[in-house]
């Protein structure tokens, strides 16, 4: 039994050789030529090629003298003219049977009754490429306008005939799968054929059979348990078929909703506006053991992002049970073990590996409706992976925090938890990029998962920016710059809280987070750093009056720098260090049009010119007065001789 993938090859051709562009005449010179190919194949020649060597046999010298004798002169000649031709190179010579009949023949082309397979696949791929032929070539005609109505439908007919013969002989040679779609292929050419005889009653039957075929030809299962059950062996070819199964499904389903339908709803519009009955269209059935398959997949699957991922690798399924068994013991046990946590990470690794090892193998198939889906399937699942390797590493890196204080050893400073906080921030920053339903809309505002994201990089952000206050605080005694950075902070917790509590119950530790952020001493912090900047101040007023009260007596001492504000150090002797800043309040960043700038700007130049009249009173009074001065106390260095033409001049 031969296989053919009959819709596979046509959609592949016919996109290559110009019918998307309409361009027919194209695809009809190569059926032409790929007919020739087919026939001229070394074991397909005797049942093709109408040639001298596989021509009927003669009648041998005996028989040819006993007939001769009997016969006259003129049959004779006949005869002479029939051994001639035979042996022609290049005549046509009927061959010894007929390939494409219906029925078993013996040597001498007598039918003996039951069905005649083919001999060859080829036979059945020239049956296909001669409709093929005949319907482009009406197409062509069709197109060019100056072909008669008639000779469209002649081509129609021929196209069809050469349909129904191949379903005929694919009945006796083909496995079922090809006489199925021999038959789809069939009810399309017939539905053309009675559409241009403006018979839509017909063509919407034919039409409505050909969508139900390719339906039930695309509802073959293309998951990966089916392949498991068939294919006991190598998981690279369980893959690899259910992957051909996934690329078949798409096939027959666009094939039927892009092609059937469309030719489907004209004829029923036609027959609405004729006054007829019209039929009901044909649908991609759902699984009827589909409430089993749900309840199956409740097991198997994992909710990412709302997306449900459903677990078709059996590799996939041992790794994730790997990790959840890992989980459960970290649990039971009291202390964190640092190799359980490596080991977690080695599996999400080998899980990440595996699906990216499926999505290449989808990658390489014919890009479609199903496939897309499987392969932004497998993108979430990457994703999900990625999430769930990042929320390991995260929650192992913030549990240093505790563990470092409570096994007794030197707690870490307020700049090594900075550094830590900073760390995990890079981390949650990161998954708002992982791959989501939808990629090419934008971040909704109501996903829950970048929520939730956003809520726990507000709350990191205000742990970094506490510790850096503290840090500030208590080991560079910057309080200007503490005070800043701890009402940052409060501000920046106060949002954190606000978001976290919106969220859903389903964001993991949701009330360690808020309890950790309402455990913060915002206040007492900046109590405290209210009071030492005062205290600075304080102590800096005290040096400065006795630097002043010591001014008489020691007149080379010069009063201390501070890093005082300007704003505190205009009366005092204080010039200032190079750090101090001008003001005690931070900048604050408003937002504004930029017609501002502008205003800003004419109010910022001088209009007045008073910076070049400064310029013109400096060099007034400076530099051209020296000058002058200069010329005078050299004119008489001069002498009174003025060159060798002074006597010009007079001097």
Request: aromatic letters at 8%.
């Amino acid at each position: 039994m031969f296989h053919l993938d009959i819709h596979a090859w046509i959609e592949a051709q016919q996109t290559s050789h110009g019918v998307r562009h309409d361009d027919y005449a194209q695809y009809h010179a190569y059926c032409t030529r790929r007919l020739a190919r087919l026939s001229h194949e070394k074991e397909a020649k005797q049942y093709l090629v109408h040639s001298n060597k596989f021509a009927s046999p003669l009648p041998d010298a005996a028989s040819s003298t006993e007939n001769s004798a009997n016969q006259n002169s003129k049959s004779d000649k006949e005869s002479k003219k029939k051994k001639k031709s035979a042996g022609s190179r290049h005549a046509f010579c009927t061959r010894s049977h007929d390939t494409f009949a219906l029925v078993k023949e013996d040597e001498n082309g007598d039918p003996v009754g039951g069905g005649a397979p083919v001999q060859h696949v080829n036979i059945l791929w020239y049956l296909l490429v001669s409709a093929e032929r005949s319907w482009a070539h009406s197409n062509q005609l069709q197109k060019s306008g100056t072909a008669k109505r008639q000779q469209v439908l002649k081509k129609l007919k021929r196209a069809t005939e050469w349909a129904d013969l191949l379903l005929k002989k694919a009945k006796v040679s083909a496995d079922t799968a090809s006489i199925k779609e021999c038959e789809a292929y069939c009810a399309w050419m017939s539905a053309n054929y009675a559409m241009e005889k403006f018979k839509y009653h017909d063509a919407s039957q034919q039409f409505a059979r050909a969508m139900t075929l390719c339906f039930d030809l695309s509802e073959e299962d293309s998951s990966l348990e089916l392949a498991h059950e068939q294919l006991d062996g190598d998981n690279d070819q369980v893959e690899n078929e259910a992957a051909r199964r996934l690329e078949r499904h798409d096939l027959f389903v666009t094939r039927a909703e892009t092609v059937l339908r469309p030719l489907f709803r004209y004829c029923q519009y036609e027959l609405k506006q004729a006054g007829e009955a019209t039929m009901d269209e044909p649908r991609l059935r759902q699984s009827q053991n589909g409430e089993s398959v749900n309840e199956a997949s409740d097991d198997n699957a994992v909710i990412f992002r709302d997306q449900e991922l459903v677990l078709e690798s059996k590799q996939l399924r041992v790794l994730l049970l790997k990790l959840q068994s890992l989980d459960n013991e970290t649990k039971d046990s009291s202390t964190d073990n640092e190799t359980q946590f490596l080991t977690a990470l080695s599996i999400l690794d080998d899980a990440l590996d595996v699906v990216h090892s499926l999505e290449n193998g989808l990658s390489k198939l014919n890009s479609g409706p199903a496939v897309q889906a499987k392969l932004h399937q497998y993108a979430l699942w990457k994703g999900y992976l990625q999430y769930t390797k990042t929320r390991k590493v995260m929650e192992h890196t913030e549990s240093l925090l505790v563990s470092e204080s409570e096994e007794g050893g030197s707690p870490m400073g307020p700049a090594e938890k900075a550094h830590v906080y900073d760390a995990l921030l890079q981390h949650a920053r990161s998954l708002l990029a992982l791959p989501r339903p939808g990629q090419e809309s934008p971040v909704s505002e109501e996903d829950e998962f970048a929520l939730q994201v956003q809520a726990n990089i507000l709350r990191l952000r205000a742990l970094k920016t506490f510790q850096m206050g503290w840090y500030y605080y208590t080991r560079l005694r910057k309080y200007a710059a503490a005070f800043a950075l701890m009402e940052h902070s409060a501000h920046l917790c106060k949002r954190a809280q606000e978001e976290i509590a919106a969220c859903d119950e389903d964001m993991p530790h949701c009330d360690e987070y808020l309890a950790e952020l309402e455990g913060l001493p915002h206040q007492s912090a900046m109590a405290a750093i209210r009071a030492a900047h005062a205290l600075q101040q304080r102590q800096h007023t005290r040096k400065l009056k006795s630097v002043g009260a010591n001014d008489s007596s020691s007149a080379h001492l010069k009063p201390i720098t501070t890093d005082r504000p300007l704003l505190l150090r205009l009366y005092d002797m204080d010039s200032g260090s190079p750090d101090a800043p001008i003001a005690e309040l931070r900048p604050i960043p408003l937002p504004c049009k930029p017609v501002f700038y502008d205003l800003a700007y004419n109010y910022a130049i001088d209009p007045s010119n008073s910076i070049d009249a400064v310029e013109d009173f400096v060099h007034e009074h400076t530099i051209s007065r020296s000058s002058e001065e200069d010329d005078t106390n050299e004119a008489p260095d001069r002498g009174g001789t003025g060159g060798f033409f002074g006597w010009l001049t007079g001097n």
